[in-house]
C-alpha cells in the first residue's frame, strides 16, 4: 500500500464518533447536529426537474471535459459574478466541470505536485481537511498558516519566510473561510498573485462558501476577479474551486467545477481522463439549470440570515462569538477545552458540535489556533437552530 496512507491523520467526523462514544444524551430531548456541514434547505424543483427530466441518459457515458452548454453556462456565471471582461473565460479551454470540490481539490494536488522536488503545501490553519490529506498523498510536505483573532482569521502571508515560499508548489486558499467565515480581501489577492507569479506557485482558491454573505451589496471577491483586475488576462497559476452543494442546497448531486489558468486546466483534464471521474449526464444537465439561476440563491442567503439573526442574541452574553463575514458557521470560544465543550453538549443537550482542535494542527511554537473554539454549522431548519441556541446557553450557563 502507499506509505503515505500512514501518514493521514483521522477524519474530524470520525474524532468526533470516537469521542461521543458511549454517550446516552436525555432521551426528552430531540437530536441537533450542528456538526456536519451539510445544508438542510430544500434543493430548488428546478434542479429536481432538470434531473429527472435527463434520467434517459444513464444508457449514456458522459466525456470528462463535460457538455459545451455546461461549461458555457459556468463561465457566463463567473463573468456575470465576479466582473470579468467579456470574453475573458474560453468554456472550452478555462473551464472543466467536477464532481464537487471535495474530490476535485484532493486530485488536483496528485496532478499538480511533483514529490520529488520536495515540495510544500501551503494552506490555513484550521482547514478543510482534504487540503492535508491531498498534500501528504502527492507526496508533499504542508505547511500550516495559523488564522486566530489577532490575524482577522486570516493567515499572515507576510510571516511566511522566502525559503518557504521557494518551495511551496501550491497554496489552498480558502475564501471564505472554513470554519471562520473570514474572507480575504482585495488587496490580499492581489499580493498573493504577485506573489505566485515571482515563486511560481500555484493558488488553488475553495471559494465553495462564496455566495453565503451577510451583506446582500458586499459579495466576496474571487481570485479571477482580483487576476483580471490586475491584468493577469491568462490567470497564470491561479485556479478556482466551485460547487453547487451549498450555493444550491444540492451537496447530493456532488456538482463542481474548476475554473482558470488553461495551463493547469489541460494537465488536469488528462489526469482526470484517467482518473474516470466524468460528472453523469443527468447531473450535467441539472447543473447547468443552477449556474443559469440567481433567485434561489438569493433566497438562500436571506434563509441563513434569518438564521444567524434569531441565533446570535440568543448566545450573546454567554459565549464570546461574533458574525462571520460568509459562509454558515459560527466558530466561538468554548471557554473550556472543546473536546470538553462538544462531549458536555452532547451529554447534557442532546446537540452536537465539531471540536475545533478536530479541523487544525499546532504549530511550531505548540500553539493550536482551533483549540478553544468549536464548530457550529447552522443548516438545520431555523426553529432547531433557535432551540440548539437555547440549549447550548443553558449549558455554559452551568458551566
Not at 441565533?311 to 459560527?330: M, N
Not at 458540535?353 to 487544525?360: E, I, N, T, W
Amino acid at each position: 500500500m502507499n506509505p503515505n496512507l500512514d501518514r493521514l491523520q483521522p477524519y474530524p467526523f470520525e474524532k468526533l464518533a470516537a469521542l461521543t462514544r458511549g454517550i446516552e444524551p436525555p432521551p426528552a430531548l430531540s437530536p441537533i447536529a450542528l456538526s456536519i456541514g451539510e445544508p438542510k434547505h430544500a434543493t430548488p424543483s428546478i434542479i429536481r426537474e432538470a434531473l429527472t427530466a435527463h434520467l434517459h441518459h444513464l444508457a449514456t457515458y458522459p466525456t470528462t471535459r463535460g457538455l459545451p452548454e455546461l461549461r458555457e453556462a459556468i463561465a457566463a456565471w463567473l463573468t456575470r459574478r465576479f466582473a470579468l471582461p467579456a470574453g475573458a473565460l474560453d468554456p472550452a479551454r478555462h473551464v472543466l466541470p467536477v464532481n464537487g470540490t471535495r474530490e476535485a481539490l484532493f486530485a488536483f494536488a496528485q496532478a499538480a505536485i511533483d514529490p520529488a522536488a520536495g515540495a510544500l503545501v501551503l494552506m490555513p490553519n484550521p482547514f478543510y481537511q482534504i487540503y492535508e490529506g491531498a498534500a501528504l498523498l502527492a507526496g508533499a510536505t504542508p505547511w500550516y498558516l495559523p488564522c486566530t483573532a489577532g490575524t482577522g482569521f486570516v493567515p499572515d502571508f507576510d510571516a511566511v519566510p522566502e525559503r518557504v515560499w521557494d518551495r511551496c508548489r501550491l497554496l489552498y486558499l480558502c475564501s471564505p473561510g472554513n470554519p471562520t467565515g473570514a474572507v480575504l480581501d482585495k488587496p490580499t489577492l492581489a499580493a498573493l498573485i504577485e506573489r505566485a507569479q515571482r515563486h511560481d506557485v500555484i493558488l488553488a482558491a475553495d471559494e465553495c462558501y462564496s455566495e453565503i454573505y451577510a451583506d446582500e451589496d458586499r459579495p466576496p471577491p474571487g481570485l479571477l476577479q482580483v487576476a483580471a483586475e490586475q491584468g493577469l488576462t491568462d490567470f497564470r497559476n491561479c485556479i478556482v474551486f466551485h460547487s453547487l452543494s451549498k450555493r444550491s442546497n444540492a451537496p447530493g448531486l456532488r456538482s463542481g467545477f474548476v475554473a482558470g489558468d488553461a495551463a493547469l486546466i489541460e494537465p488536469f483534464f488528462r489526469y482526470r481522463t484517467y482518473h474516470g471521474c466524468a460528472m453523469p449526464l443527468q447531473h450535467q444537465h441539472a447543473s447547468r439549470v443552477a449556474w443559469q439561476d440567481e433567485a434561489h440563491v438569493v433566497d438562500n442567503r436571506a434563509q441563513y440570515r434569518a438564521k444567524f439573526d434569531a441565533v446570535l442574541p440568543i448566545l450573546a452574553g454567554v459565549l464570546d462569538v461574533q458574525r462571520p463575514a460568509a459562509g454558515f458557521y459560527l466558530w466561538p470560544r468554548t471557554g473550556i477545552p472543546d473536546p470538553d465543550f462538544a462531549r458536555g453538549l452532547l451529554a447534557q443537550q442532546h446537540v452536537r458540535v465539531l471540536p475545533g482542535s478536530y479541523l487544525s494542527r499546532p504549530g511550531d511554537d505548540g500553539r493550536d489556533p482551533g483549540a478553544g473554539h468549536a464548530r457550529l454549522a447552522l443548516v438545520a431548519p431555523i426553529d432547531e437552530c433557535v432551540e440548539a441556541a437555547g440549549r447550548i446557553r443553558e449549558f455554559v450557563e452551568g458551566l
